[in-house]
């Protein structure tokens, strides 16, 4: 098999027995990148020598019988929303195109010293804003199963890396599903732990109470490597829970027997592809056969999940974008003269149409009366999401819905309507609102040959039970080994 084809846990078999090198692996990837990023452009910056330096140092470790990183000499990619120490972080915007940190985030220092591999920054949504990374300034990504249609997003870059075979693992960032959703629509696995789980410190802030890191992977196994190395508390973010982590590759157990999964009514809605449909009914099906129990559950105030999250979300982002003046930092428009004249003219030509119209929409709910109307509503709706949660995981373990309403549709589809573009979310978004865990893997295909998304969400902290369900069904399927032919 090539290298680039191989998950974290089998390259690692391989560099343990000295099988392959680091380097020998690394060139193999980018010898994959330049075959197909033309079609797919799943990055924004390639950083190679440095790759190949750290690939240099991995082996040299092994060939030391040092004592190794759970990433050592693993090739990863990583959403171009983290801050990277002299490597362009861009957040995929005009206003950041020349912005070199000074700094490592804590997850981009967690995961070099586990020895991982930097490829590059993958494309995203501008800022994080969007289901479709068609959003970026740098142009769109294409979805490597049919280059016609859309990766999903916003970690668009990171997911086609990732199914693409242009890595072997990545990180993401999730808002509102913007790494269960793509990882859905390239049919990866992606996890978006508990708010609080992975440090947010260093990576560029869209809703600071939504934002969540995770991985996005070839499978449940490296799902669980990459969740150890990045989970933790971090003294540098406020929000960071203080809790033990546990090792989450205990969890990858093949048995459901007793594990009882909650089925919402509420997400088998008009309007939900029957392919998606029946897909989910037939892995629910399987789990079920495999001795888990399934009951359906209600979420009531799952339906008003959408609205509540674009008021939140651009409520904060109008907060958190404010920065971007062109003073201290990235894009300064040339044309002003004087200082207000500076500001706007930055931000007009700095920022794309979707942040735009995000920060009037978060300005606009957040200005005199109107915030008890609209944000204040919003945030007493997000508390009701929390409860309805609670109140079903008393009785459930897990619940399973699909990722997505529908595969992953046609580029240009949906950017003349961006209503219909925030309901391609409509199942994930309620998860960040609550602040637990969620994960999505490949459950089926489409008549077309488009992958289709399973999403498993547990309660607060409870990430070991979702990958013991989520590894259990992918032991018993073969969804996960398939790849994207044609590129």
Known sequence: MELCRLTIHELQERLRKREVCSLEATEEVFKRIEEVEEKVHAFVTLTKEEAFEQARAADRRIAADEQIGPLNGIPISLKDIFVTKDILTTCSSKILSNFIPPYDGTVVKKVKDAGAVILGKTNMDEFAMGSSNENSYFGV????????????????????????????ASLGTDTGGSIRQPAGCCGVVGMKPTYGRVSRYGIVAFASSLDQVGPLTKDVTDCAILMNVISGYDPKDSTSIPEEVPDYTQSLVAD????????????????????VEAAVQEALKLLEGLGAEIKEVSLPHAEYGVAAYYLIAPAEASSNLARYDGVKYG??????????????????????????RRIMLGTYALSAGYYDAYYLKAQKVRTLIRKDFEEVFRHCDVVITPTAPTPAFKLGEKTEDPLQMYLSDIFTISCNLAGIPGLSLPCGFSKEGLPIGLQILGDFLKEEVIIRVAHTYEQSTDWHQRRPGGI
Do not use: H, Q
């Not at 990504?141 to 086609?160: E, F, H, K, M, Y």
């Not at 300064?332 to 007009?348: I, W």
């Open 256 to 275: 459901v027997k007793g594990i009882k999964i909650g089925v919402p009514k509420e997400y088998f809605i008009k309007g939900t592809d029957p392919e």
């Open 141 to 168: 990504t294409r979805n490597p199963w049919d280059l016609t249609r859309v990766p999903g997003g916003s970690s668009g870059g990171s997911a086609v890396s990732v199914a693409a075979d242009e890595c072997i």
């Open 331 to 356: 894009y300064r428009s040339p044309e002003s003269e004087r200082l207000l004249e500076m500001y706007r003219m930055t931000k007009t030509e700095g920022f794309g149409p979707e942040v735009k």
